[in-house]
């Protein structure tokens, strides 16, 4: 006989069997990020650190910095407490099934897009693990939460899940703990594209991952997928960890060096 679990989040026990051990109260918990955020990043803006771009979007101090490589990135809700855990119980529990609720929330995000997204079809980009890693975990959380989300996304055939086009051809050390700086030297020459540049040359890309930290890892790949002919690249995840208004006078502006590799980098922000 099987009886139900308790609620891998919160402890409470489930009152009906269900593939995720996760309670209706934790599920109805993770809110969609609301505030003010970055046009570009999505970062939440404070008022002593906004400005604006010649649209008048909201900028934050790093985006009106330097030009990050990709067009613009949303994020269905904050990376902190339930969302944090659903992650968690797919990245590191094994619990496939948080991949649909994931999903779902992820679709959400891609929503947010429609307004500035091409016509033509657009190719979605799981950002790939190193194959030791995937080797380890069994799967790539980001594939598994991008294929959710396109079931589920209502502009049928807008999308199409290109899962073997980019390659983390070496494996990165944790990124926890490390400073921006930090992350941007871990993630430098992580990523390549493995098919011909047909696949994604003319294109727009959809560069999907599961949670959005500095921004280290996606910009990373837009830019090899830049290099690779894309026209644009734009950046879904499901979660984008907060920084507190405290922290943004410890934010870096990127070396010259950096700033100068993002000038080689085509752009079709600027026509």
Not at 161 to 169: I, S
Request: with cysteine; aromatic share 6%; hydrophobic share 40%.
């Amino acid at each position: 006989m099987l009886f139900p679990s308790d609620c891998r989040i919160c402890g409470v026990s489930l009152t009906n069997i269900s593939r995720l051990p996760v309670c209706e109260e934790c599920l109805d918990g993770i809110r969609p990020l609301s505030g003010k955020v970055c046009s570009v990043c999505g970062e939440r803006v404070f008022s002593p650190h906004v400005f604006y771009d010649v649209g008048g979007g909201l900028l934050c101090r790093l985006c009106h910095a330097v030009e990050p490589p990709f067009e613009k990135a949303v994020a269905y809700g904050r990376y902190e407490e339930g969302l944090r855990d659903l992650i968690h119980l797919l990245k590191y529990g094994g619990v496939r099934p948080a991949a649909n609720v994931l999903g779902r929330m992820l679709a959400d995000a891609i929503v947010l897009l429609d307004p500035v997204l091409g016509k033509e079809p657009i190719a979605a980009i799981p950002v790939p693990l190193h194959t030791s890693k995937r080797r380890e975990r069994g799967f790539n959380q980001a594939e598994l939460i991008a294929a959710a989300a396109l079931k589920l996304n209502s502009a049928e055939g807008r999308f199409y899940l290109a899962d073997h086009v980019l390659e983390r051809r070496r494996e990165t050390k944790s990124q926890i703990g490390m400073t921006p700086h930090q992350r941007r030297e871990n993630m430098r020459g992580a990523f390549t594209v493995t098919r011909s540049k047909a696949a994604v040359e003319g294109r727009e890309v959809l560069l999907i991952d599961d949670v959005y930290t500095t921004g280290a890892t996606v910009s990373e790949c837009a830019r090899v997928l830049l290099r690779a002919g894309a026209s644009r690249v734009w950046v879904a995840t499901v979660a984008r960890t907060p920084k507190m208004a405290s922290t943004y006078s410890q934010i870096e502006t990127p070396a010259d060096q950096e700033l100068s590799e993002a000038a080689e980098v085509p752009s079709a922000r600027a026509g």
